[in-house]
């Protein structure tokens, strides 16, 4: 019978010649991949003997970033194309008396062939998830090799009161019978059967207890594979009985009764330590999640840890999971976005919480937003290749705001996103109330949500006047209020997805005086500090009555009239300063305007029996760092500008680019980002006229003309 031990402590690290000690997980670029734009990309290597080998003996890599290479006894073993998925290497014909030498060489490079290679965050390099060492295998194994799945596979399918449950397996070596046992979640046995491998069997239960979000009951399967009457393997997988469909008019329908997803995205990565992640630490993200009362979570954009997929199962959260092709579509990357495809279903098909498979995010972006010919062929064969292999779960994409609303990639899928931003790098939040209702009314049979919406909030920014590219946390806490409000009152919509529960790494970013880092997060990046638009959404979808007044770190604030936000999902709230009453208002955010007077000030928000009470100081001037002066903000006040409000003091793209580039605006956002020769090139010809040869979408090129109308010449 094998041994199953994990091989985490003492790997011998190797970066550009220097060594030391580590364990593992562990990232090279917890520290430069969140504070510069130049971290180090490229080839670094683990060592470790391994000792007390015997039969055939095999390691399993969790996570490696993003190529990598298995090498046993200094010979190539296993090469593995995706930094996210798991894969396992069989090193048993390189041990020698019970001893063998590994060598993981890890690159985060980009390549030509592998995805993804542009996005919004960090492609941290390393080691980063649990290695597995499985020794002592004497005769046949349940297949911990193929696809890096568990090689149990559970198919449950609600027939009226019943569940018929398709059992099958794979197993390598000597074998000839697999009994399977289902046991319910108290341990209890309601269900045997026996097969060969490779064969399907199927049981069938009566009257199972459903999964669902109130009640995430699981069943266990434990398979023995045997060779005549001895046991040489075992193994066991656990899975959940539900339905689930999405409707056009009602959204989705889980186990017959219609729920509105309340969804959060995450990315894998926290401060200081990049995408090396502890179980501890990912149990914190999920109580964070269940704490604001979402039921469901983007894992963007690429395959994550499978312990979130477990406490997802376990916490009733429902799981978009999806592969990382983003951002541009090149032939290249194909077969690679296929592989990494048929990785993620085969190593997460059985995790009941799990309920769609995501194919490709803003994919389009990268040619402004219109789907070419090949990407669209390109984006059918993944969406195929995941209905081949899972019949039960639907498909999905995130489009990208600027692709148009009849794009022939809203049609691929069975449901789907789209990743809007109104408010923040574009038009008014209030204009995403227009925007969801023409698409219904343009597209009444496609099963809409948003699958990415937000705006950036950095602590130290505060005003009386929150406003559009202000970076504060209070006008991202009213944006998000509008939102949420916008999805939970459309019975179409089957839910949005936040941009994004935590704040996370993003090399590529210099934003709001931050560098390495995307703040649009409700929570911080270290998980300390809960922003407003936090309890905006508690407001909205939690149970546990509270109150919460915004602006909590804006603790000096002019003497003379103030503005204060309260959240709260009781009946009616209460606020006071000062023992001043400003009487009670009904609403999930409510806003009052109050007098603030030299010196504390104590503010309490009182709604049923909860209360919040905050003390600011009155001053005569606010402190200059509560405002974001920074140049080059890549994010103005991007509002809606029709033929009817175009301003001729203003740039438009019917400007000359050299026009546009004398401009000091454009110049501080843009640096040394163009070449003088493609300047000296480009400056005769309108910005109209070239975006219409780069083929870019009208919508794209409208965005461009509301963006150049908030810069005067």
């Not at 194309?81 to 894969?87: H, N, T």
């Amino acid at each position: 019978m094998k041994t199953v031990k994990l091989i985490n402590e003492n790997w011998l690290f190797t970066k550009e010649g220097k060594q030391e000690v580590v364990s593992v997980p562990h990232s090279w670029n917890a520290i430069d991949g969140q504070n510069q734009p130049n971290y180090y990309r490229g080839l670094c290597s683990y060592e470790k003997t391994l000792e007390g080998l015997s039969g055939t003996t095999i390691i399993r890599i969790e996570g490696a970033n993003s190529v990598s290479s298995v090498y046993a006894g200094g010979k190539l073993v296993a090469t593995h194309r995706g930094g996210y998925s798991a894969y396992s290497a069989d090193i048993t014909n390189y041990v020698v008396d019970g001893k063998c030498d590994i060598k993981i060489e890890v690159d985060n490079s980009d390549f030509d062939d592998v995805y993804p290679s542009t996005a919004d965050f960090t492609f941290y390099g390393g080691l980063y998830r649990n290695v597995t060492l499985f020794t002592g295998i004497q005769k046949g194994y349940f297949d911990i090799v193929n696809y890096g799945g568990s090689g149990i596979k559970v198919t449950p399918v609600v027939v009226g009161d019943k569940a018929e449950v398709t059992l099958s397996s794979v197993a390598f070596g000597e074998s000839d019978k697999v009994s399977y046992t289902i046991l319910n979640k108290d341990g209890e046995t309601v269900a045997v059967e026996e097969a060969k491998p490779y064969e399907e069997v199927k049981v069938v239960l009566d009257n199972p207890t459903l999964w669902d979000t109130e009640n995430p009951y699981l069943y266990t399967v434990k398979a023995t594979l045997s060779l005549g009457e001895e046991v040489i393997d075992e193994s066991s997988t656990r899975f959940g009985v539900r339905t689930i469909v999405f409707d056009q008019d009602r959204g989705c329908i889980l186990n017959g009764k219609a729920i509105k997803l309340k969804g959060v995205s995450r990315h894998q990565d926290r401060e200081n330590l990049g995408n090396a992640l502890t179980y501890e630490h990912i149990k914190e993200d999920i109580e964070l999640i269940k704490e604001v009362g979402s039921n469901s979570i983007r894992l963007a954009h690429y395959q994550q840890n499978q312990i979130i997929y477990d406490l997802a199962d376990e916490n009733g959260i429902l799981v978009w999971a999806e592969i990382p092709v983003i951002s541009r579509w090149t032939e290249k990357k194909l077969e690679n976005a296929k592989s990494q495809l048929v990785e993620l279903i085969n190593q997460n098909y059985n995790h009941p919480s799990i309920f769609c498979w995501g194919v490709q995010n803003e994919i389009t972006i990268g040619g402004g937003g219109g789907a070419s010919k090949k990407c669209v062929r390109g984006v059918k064969a993944l969406n195929d290749i995941a209905k081949s292999m899972d019949t039960t779960r639907p498909t999905t994409c995130a489009q990208v705001m600027m692709a148009s609303k009849t794009d022939p990639l809203n049609y691929v899928t069975d449901i789907l996103g789209f990743n809007i931003y109104y408010g923040w790098y574009v038009q008014k939040y209030t204009d995403i109330d227009k925007w969801l209702d023409e698409f219904h009314a343009q597209n009444p049979t496609l099963k809409l949500c948003l699958s990415e919406y937000g705006a950036e909030a950095v602590l130290r920014y505060y005003s009386s006047n929150p406003a559009q590219g202000d970076y504060g946390e209070q006008y991202q806490a009213i944006l998000h209020a509008h939102y949420a409000n916008a999805i939970m009152s459309r019975d179409w919509m089957w839910g949005g997805y936040v941009w994004n529960m935590f704040d996370f790494g993003s090399a590529i970013r210099n934003e709001g005086g931050v560098q390495g880092k995307n703040n649009k997060g409700l929570v911080t990046f270290d998980r300390k500090v809960r922003k407003d638009s936090f309890y905006a959404y508690k407001a909205y979808w939690s149970d546990e009555k509270f109150v919460h007044i915004g602006g909590e770190r804006y603790v000096e604030r002019a003497i003379g009239k103030s503005r204060v936000d309260v959240f709260s999902n009781c009946d009616e709230v209460e606020l006071t300063v000062n023992g001043t009453s400003y009487g009670a208002q009904a609403g999930k955010l409510t806003t009052f305007e109050v007098d603030i007077v030299a010196g504390e000030n104590t503010i309490t928000a009182t709604a049923g029996g909860c209360t919040h009470t905050v003390v600011v100081q009155g001053v005569e001037q606010e402190p200059e760092s509560y405002k974001c002066n920074q140049a080059g903000n890549l994010v103005r006040n991007w509002f809606a500008a029709d033929d009817a409000t175009t301003s001729a003091d203003c740039l438009s793209i019917n400007d000359k680019v050299g026009v546009v580039l004398k401009s000091e605006d454009v110049k501080a956002m843009l640096g040394s980002k163009i070449p003088m020769w493609v300047a000296k090139i480009a400056s005769p010809f309108k910005v109209k006229t070239l975006l219409k040869i780069a083929r870019i979408s009208p919508e794209m090129q409208g965005i461009a003309n509301n963006f150049l109308q908030t810069i005067k010449k």
